[in-house]
């Protein structure tokens, strides 16, 4: 199946290019052309270097030897097929589905899963569209004593650089989204590892309270064009006899858990997510008050 874009041979160039990298990566694990791909498809040249790859020379085959469990990569074709979200019921105005004519590309790991897919839209145009799958988001967040509470920044790969941030990481796959009790235990497993927190001998909980903020509890769509992936906040609040180290944290009772606290913070918090969550969390208060 061929994907058709207009410079064949720049297409050809990064291919060739990226596999020649792959090879001189010694730290590289031997599925590091996968990742490598990734980057190509971002390219005006991604779907022609993508099928370049996939015969370079046999290179392809020999240098990608991952377990087929969690990295299958598929030219298939899964004809009449519409493409529509969990959430689609929620505009009561949208859009038709788009159709599915057909699978043009599948790589799946760990961390995320790629497809390319020939879609049918609305208009009758058929488009070649990347899109990813993700786990979904939580962010948390942490109140201790009228203080938001802030962890050390940490390293992010994606922009190369330490960025401050409220505890968060991903719900499990298998987490049902609309289970409190699910949800919950991962917003609290996520805030003990980010903090450090260890219940007592009597396993009290070391929460006053622990909630969800999103409205109707439904996610926040983070890139609705790109990724399936949403966002779900929470706000937990510590019990205030709970010893937390000052050390293992970041601007310690500098900001009071207020609106104008949250204002201050907002003024050096680069996080987008956490961000939207701390807003929705000011919105609440101005609704309590």
């Known amino acids: 199946m061929m994907l058709r874009w207009p410079d064949t041979q720049n297409a050809h160039r ?22 490598l ?7 005006n040249s991604g779907g ?37 979200s ?34 049918r839209d609305d208009r009758g145009a058929l488009l070649d569209y990347w899109r990813v799958e993700k786990d979904h988001s939580a962010v948390i967040v942490t109140i201790h004593q009228g203080f938001f509470v802030l962890p050390k920044p940490s390293y992010r790969p994606g922009v190369g650089y330490s960025t401050l941030d ?12 609309s289970d409190d009790n699910a949800m919950m235990t991962v917003a609290s497993t996520i805030v003990q590892r980010e903090l450090g927190l260890v219940q007592n001998e009597e396993r009290e909980s070391i929460y006053l309270d622990l909630d969800i903020l999103n409205p109707n509890q439904q996610g926040f769509v983070i890139n609705s064009s790109f990724s399936n992936q949403l966002l779900f906040g929470f706000v937990a609040t510590i ?32 996080c987008l997510q956490c961000r939207v969550v701390l807003m929705e969390w000011m919105m609440l ?5």
């Open 14 to 35: 990064i291919a060739a290019n990226s596999m020649t990298l792959a090879s001189q990566l010694t730290f590289a694990p031997k599925w590091a052309p996968a990742l």
């Open 37 to 43: 791909l990734c980057l190509i498809l971002s390219t």
């Open 48 to 84: 022609q270097a993508f099928q370049t790859c996939c015969s370079f020379n046999g290179k392809w085959a020999s240098s990608v030897r991952a377990p087929r469990r969690w990295l299958p990569l598929a030219l298939e074709s899964e004809p009449n097929e519409m493409v529509q």
């Open 86 to 119: 969990d959430n689609s019921s929620h505009a009561q105005d949208a859009s038709p589905a788009w159709e599915k004519v057909s699978d043009l590309a599948t790589i799946a790991s760990p961390w995320l899963t790629i497809r390319a897919e020939r879609l």
């Open 166 to 177: 409220f505890p968060g990481g991903r719900i499990p796959t298998q987490t049902t989204l």
């Open 239 to 270: 019990r205030d006899e709970l010893f937390l180290n000052p050390r293992d944290l970041v601007h310690y009772q500098e900001f009071p858990a207020t609106r104008n606290g949250a204002q201050e913070l907002l003024k050096i918090l680069p």
């Open 285 to 289: 208060q101005t609704e309590i008050s």
